[in-house]
């Protein structure tokens, strides 16, 4: 194994396990241990004809002192159940989800990237209906399974100012769709306005709502923040992923005595932000330096220099000291993962 750890991208690299769990006859199975990168599946299968699925991504970090730290699983816990209840899947026992997650880091431990290296280990649990039908009907059958690999940043540019696209001709959620909730069908409608936005030059779009069109939703693969003087502001919508990054860097705003708005925040607003920025467990923070209206061609720039603000600095040094164990967990966030 020769991993060049400092130059992975956001992306899939083969491990060697994953874990599995059949929910049959209205109760969870036992876990199963897997090395192949497939699974048997009916071609009915409900997640394939009707997006009857869900998943999740949660990141292990590797410590100074060689201790493997998994960061608010269960977060990730409590919205995988949601999002299952909101297209009709059985929710995930707390005990079965964690016991597949620490499995999965442990049985692949030698993939989490070295402390220092700017790379973690992703953990992808995706829950699926794997029972057939034809009518539109939930399935019978689900699947749990849990994949893990490892990443480096989201956008290629790192923890360095990326521009981003505003557009009104694609929404990623219904006003009362399934925006809330992590399922794949919010991000295949994303994906057209997202690869034009690639071509067009930007990381990445940011959505506005979908009813009036006149409030900042999220960026494709994550939330939307805004600084202005002490404030963090970050929007307040029901289209928006309950971001656990976002909850995070809310709670680190206020320890470093900032206050926190989460609320409507109006497209206008943006000329008054000082620095932006784009957070998520993928993006971590991903500083934005310009924002492009691409109807209206107004340009939002928050940072003419290039560089990253002060603000984003100090708040991604924060989270990624306390996610590595540099800083004192005094929020309860980090599990020692046994390895
Ligand atoms: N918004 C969307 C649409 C996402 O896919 C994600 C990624 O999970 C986020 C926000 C960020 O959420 P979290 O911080 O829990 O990873
Ligand atoms: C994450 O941040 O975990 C995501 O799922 C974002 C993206 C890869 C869909």
Not at 283 to 297: K, L, Y
Request: glycine content about 10%; overall charge neutral; hydrophobic content about 35%.
């Amino acid at each position: 194994m020769n991993i060049e750890w400092g130059k992975l991208p956001f992306g899939y690299y083969k491990t060697e396990y994953n874990v599995r769990c059949y929910y049959r006859n209205g109760a969870w199975g036992e876990i199963e241990i897997s090395s192949s990168e497939y699974i048997p599946i009916h071609m009915a299968a409900t997640c394939l004809h009707y997006g009857q699925e869900a998943f999740e991504g949660m990141k292990a970090f590797m410590g100074k002192d060689g201790k493997v730290r998994l960061f608010r699983w269960d977060e990730n816990w409590k919205r995988i159940c949601n999002s299952a209840k909101g297209v009709m899947m059985p929710t995930v026992p707390k005990e079965l989800f964690e016991s597949m997650v620490k499995k999965a880091i442990k049985m692949n431990s030698k993939f989490v990237p070295p402390y220092g290296s700017g790379a973690s280990l992703y953990i992808r649990p995706l829950l699926i209906g794997s029972g057939a039908r034809v009518g539109v009907h939930p399935a019978d059958e689900y699947l749990l399974v849990i994949f893990v690999t490892p990443v480096g940043p989201y956008f290629k540019e790192g923890f360095k100012p990326v521009k981003v696209q505003i557009v009104r001709d694609y929404d990623r959620a219904a006003p009362l769709g399934t925006g809330h909730i992590k399922v794949g069908g919010n991000y295949a409608a994303g994906l057209i306005a997202t690869e034009r936005a690639h071509d067009e030059g930007y990381s990445t779009v940011l959505f506005l709502d979908a009813k009036e069109k006149k409030y900042i939703d999220e960026a494709g693969p994550a939330n939307f923040f805004g600084i202005r003087g002490n404030s963090y502001i970050t929007p307040d919508s029901h289209s928006v992923l309950p971001s656990i990054t976002n909850m995070s860097l809310r709670q680190i705003a206020a320890d470093l005595g900032m206050n926190v708005e989460r609320r409507h925040v109006p497209v206008e607003e943006l000329s008054t932000f000082e620095e932006a920025g784009a957070c998520g467990t993928a993006a971590v923070i991903s500083p934005i330096s310009e924002i492009v209206d691409r109807d209206t061609n107004t340009h939002y720039v928050f940072r003419k220099d290039g560089k990253v603000g002060p603000v984003c600095t100090k708040m991604y040094e924060r989270l990624l000291a306390i996610q590595t164990g540099d800083y004192p967990d005094n929020h309860g966030w980090v599990d020692l993962v046994e390895i």
